[in-house]
């Protein structure tokens, strides 16, 4: 899960395993949640996004779970795969209050052994 | 495919210069956001426009300006850059929600 400080919280799974990676956040007026992978050296790229009026949406081998009674997000990729190791940011929106600016957690990093 | 590109992947600065980074976006985006990743922080919102000419601050302007005279181009400005600011800058462009980022530029500043 997502944590302050200078260490990024670390996920191992082995290969051909599933991962979650989880995501709390505070703003309960947030309607917009959206999952970044950010691999070495690259700009982070979009993977799945979710809205607050749902509470699964499932992509190409990934699924993101909203729970809004406790403020919880999560990511689930199945069969993982080493090219999945990288880092995983959640970032959410209050579009009455934000306009379309994105507030980041701090990452997760995904290690895939073989 | 959207493209973002920012004019240096790596830069290396002396305390007190003035800094410019540049970022262009090819997608005829209105909104385009300007972020420092730092190791354990994550993404932080320093500015970000929603226009030509506009500019918002975001959650730690102190030390950076923007300027946004067209529609493609958000420069972010270091008006005297300090070792505090060395870091990752990051910028993205979006239609709406989704932001699509450049691929950084790594800032050092001695």
């Known amino acids: 899960g997502e944590s302050v400080g200078l260490h990024l919280p670390t996920l191992s799974v082995q290969e051909g395993d599933n991962s979650i990676i989880n995501c709390a956040y505070s703003?309960?007026?947030?309607?917009?949640f959206i999952w970044y992978k950010q691999e070495s050296g690259k700009g982070p790229q979009f993977i799945i996004d979710i809205r607050s009026n749902m509470d699964k949406r499932q992509g190409q081998r990934v699924t993101v779970l909203l729970n809004k009674t406790v403020k919880h997000l999560s990511l689930q990729i199945a069969a993982t795969q080493p090219g999945d190791s990288a880092v995983y940011f959640c970032?959410?929106?209050?579009?009455?209050?934000?306009?379309?600016?994105?507030?980041f957690g701090k990452g997760t990093s995904l290690l895939v052994t073989p | 495919d959207v493209k973002v590109t920012q004019s240096s992947r790596y830069l290396v600065k002396r305390t007190g210069e003035k800094v410019f980074l540049e970022c262009v976006q090819d997608?005829?985006?209105?909104?385009m956001f300007w972020y420092r990743q730092d190791p354990g922080l994550g993404l932080r919102l320093i500015y970000f426009s929603y226009d030509v000419k506009m500019k918002e601050k975001g959650d730690i302007p102190e030390g950076y300006s923007v300027s946004r005279e067209k529609k493609e181009r958000f420069s972010l400005i270091l008006e005297s850059a300090s070792t505090n600011q060395t870091s990752m800058y990051l910028c993205a462009s979006s239609f709406r929600h989704e932001q699509f980022f450049g691929p950084g530029t790594r800032l050092t500043v001695l």
């Open positions: 997608m005829d985006h209105e909104n």
């Open positions: 970032a959410e929106n209050d579009r009455t209050n934000s306009g379309y600016a994105l507030n």
């Open positions: 703003n309960s007026a947030s309607d917009y």
